[in-house]
């Protein structure tokens, strides 16, 4: 299965990039730095989406019901803050829905551990601001299953599942760019 196969490739990906995001929670200490932290989601997940978007609706025929950047701009907004200065964000070049859904692996996965960061947040006194790392609340499991049976049946040869794990480790470290350029920049 195309799922278990991205996962296992993509493991130090995602765990590097999981320490980069967790390394930022433990650094808020005020609804201005959890928005900087939802202003890197926003960052990229709005540019990952927009590289996906011409392919991914033909494969994912529920993509417009799922969580999506908006859902941090809301958030943003909730907390007091604009999408204005946002950090640079870049995605993988996405060419086939293969690859769209490849890259929609690492954002839809981000969603499983949105109770973990909501967790976090809330212990270090965040209040709102949750409907992005909410998720599909009790019906995670459910839209997570659904996802990964449509990527499960996309893979046609071994070089379609070649280029869906590429740009799922591509995505990860992208996403993990993200927090490491504004990590730097915060840090001067």
Known sequence: ML???IKEATKTEHQETEKKVVLRIKNISTNEDYIELLKCFYAYFNTVEKAIAPYINTVLPDYSERRNSSYIKADIEELGGTIDKLPSATAAEVKDAIQAMGALYVLEGSIMGGPYIVQMLQKK???KGFSFFSGYGAESGL???SF???LNVLPQTES???KAVDIARET???FGDVFEITSLIQAK
């Open 3 to 5: 799922s278990t196969q």
């Open 143 to 145: 839209k997570w299953a």
């Open 148 to 150: 990964t049976s449509a």
């Open 172 to 174: 990860f470290k992208r």
């Open 125 to 127: 006194g965040i209040e």
């Open 160 to 162: 379609d599942v070649a």
